[in-house]
């Protein structure tokens, strides 16, 4: 990458009139700012649709989209809901996401549409689906999740289908033909909006930075339609699991609970399905972020059942096996590595062998002068955030860091309070050698813990804070672009 800088927001929080943020006006608008900011980089999260907890790290598929992102407006101006059916959908301008509210006003006005498209849209629904394999195996799997009252898809009554037995899958596409043309239609809806969006950003000279988690729910499409690349029983039950040893962020450590891939049958065909998702994913984004890189190397493995992820062991990864493969694959894909977490010196090997920039973060700095995430420490070729979706805002990290942090921040940065010191933060990140410097929105707008998007080990409450209308404006562009000027990164 060449020296730049970029802001992370995800989709959903974006402002607007129907209770989460769309690929629409407001997406627009928000390429508009970071133009003018003198940013080249949006930084999204996960855009699949969201399982348990409405994470977007719970996706039900690796490669769908999520229709909570399909911007009503859009299906308005094609003549497929009427202005009286937006005006029930919309809701109060508000920071926090209600997503009861927004799935009761969304799937009627969805399915709305769906009638008046039926028919006209349906010749550019199966040019879509031939393109796009993975839409039959995900329509199919959601239909039938929503036919058997939501259950996952190890607890379906029918053998067959739960096996994913061809003969089974011809007879349920049969019995469940109208949900499943519906809700091929609301992907070809998403993928529709989104290339239009990602074309208008590329337009304006600002590129998408993508989040691939590495891991994926074990109730989704990908595992119920290959469950062979990963470690699972008989019956689709794992026997281990992913999470983390203890860290910075939970002293349990943290249970995901997604299945672990059977690295071995994956290698052995090539890592086809690595292939397959990279290859969706290259098309969605400008750069991809490896979420969990260090994963590649060694992973925790936690035996099925735990009550936390402190009875796992490290087991050992795919390495260059698999890199080596995307990147042969992908040259002109630019790859970013998550590499936090506990590291050790072979995971510095890997992501160096590799050759992909890996992150620094500075609210992980202020330990003393030894940390290697105080940017005097930087070298060229890596990445520089101010903090991921799973930390605090720089304020509200400042208001609840120790009294040995504020006191390595006030001699390091020269300040002594929290505005201050999110401040302070955002002009060390712009002024260090990292190549990009990123930094959530939150940070720009001076919020707090109040604006955070996520806490790691916490399951409710997260991924509900969004922009207000208004908050974003020219004064602030302005105000971001000098700052990014100042330090050669515009």
Same mark, same amino acid.
């Given at each position: ?21 769309? $690929? ?39 490669? #769908?989209?999520?229709?909570? &992102?399909?911007? $009503? ?26 997503? +009861?509210?927004?799935?009761? @006003? ?12 039926? !028919?006209?849209?349906?010749? #550019?629904? /199966? #040019? ?22 939501? #259950? ?8 067959? @289908?739960? /096996? ?40 304006? !000279? ?16 990908? *595992? ?17 699991? =992913? ?34 998702? *990279?290859?969706? =994913?290259?098309? $969605? ?37 698999? &890199? ?25 090997? &890997? ?44 304020? +509200? ?8 942090? /504020? ?18 933060? &955002? ?10 410097? *990123? ?28 922009? $207000? ?22």
């Amino acid at each position: 990458m060449e020296r730049s800088a970029g802001i992370l927001l995800p989709i959903f929080s974006l402002p607007g009139a129907y209770g989460a943020g769309v $690929l629409g006006t407001e997406a627009r608008e928000f390429v508009d700012f970071l133009r003018d900011a003198g940013q080249k980089w949006w930084q999204i999260l996960p855009i699949g649709p969201t399982g348990a907890g409405n994470s977007p790290y719970t996706s039900e598929s690796t490669f #769908a989209g999520s229709p909570l &992102l399909i911007d $009503l407006e859009h299906l308005a101006a094609e003549g497929l809901l009427d202005r009286s059916d937006l005006e029930g959908a919309r809701v109060p301008p508000s920071d926090r996401i209600d997503y +009861g509210e927004l799935y009761r @006003l969304r799937e009627p006005l969805l399915r709305k549409a769906f009638q008046r498209a039926r !028919g006209k849209g349906d010749e #550019a629904v /199966r #040019a879509f689906a031939e393109k796009n394999p993975w839409l039959a195996e995900y329509v199919l799997y959601r239909a039938a999740k929503i036919h058997f009252e939501n #259950a996952a898809w190890f607890d379906w009554p029918d053998e067959g @289908l739960r /096996r994913h037995e061809p003969e089974a899958l011809d007879r349920w596409r049969r019995e469940l033909q109208e949900d499943v043309a519906f809700r091929s239609y609301v992907q070809y809806w998403f993928f529709t909006q989104w290339a239009e969006l990602k074309d208008y950003a590329n337009g304006n !000279g600002v590129g998408i930075i993508g989040d691939m988690p590495i891991y994926v729910s074990l109730d989704s499409a990908d *595992v119920w339609s290959e469950r062979g690349e990963f470690l699972l029983d008989g019956e689709g039950r794992p026997s281990k699991v =992913a999470g983390v040893p203890p860290d910075y962020f939970s002293e349990e450590g943290q249970l995901w609970g997604n299945p672990l891939y059977d690295w071995p049958a994956m290698k052995r065909d090539g890592f086809g399905w690595w292939i397959r998702r *990279v290859e969706g =994913a290259s098309r $969605l984004f400008d750069a991809i972020r490896i979420d969990h890189f260090r994963g590649l190397e060694s992973y925790w493995a936690v035996p099925a059942g735990s009550d936390t992820a402190k009875t796992g062991a490290w087991e050992k990864g795919p390495g260059m096996d698999l &890199l080596r493969v995307l990147i042969s694959w992908f040259p002109k894909t630019t790859y970013i590595a998550e590499d936090l977490g506990i590291l050790t010196d072979d995971v510095h090997r &890997l992501r160096e062998e590799a050759g992909l920039p890996g992150m620094k973060v500075l609210e992980f700095a202020f330990s003393g002068p030894d940390n290697a995430y105080l940017p005097h420490h930087y070298k060229p070729g890596c990445i520089c955030y101010t903090g991921t979706h799973d930390n605090d805002t720089a304020a +509200g990290w400042y208001a609840h860091a120790s009294e040995e942090e /504020r006191a390595f921040v006030k001699t390091y940065l020269g300040v002594s309070d929290a505005g201050s010191a999110a401040r302070a933060l &955002l002009r060390c990140g712009q002024g260090s050698v990292a190549e990009l410097f *990123v930094a959530q929105m939150q940070d720009y707008l001076g919020l707090g813990s109040e604006a955070r998007l996520n806490v790691p080990g916490v399951a409710e409450g997260n991924w509900r804070w969004r922009l $207000l209308p208004g908050q974003v404006t020219e004064a602030l562009a302005e105000e971001i672009r000098a700052m990014t000027a100042a330090f050669s990164r515009c």
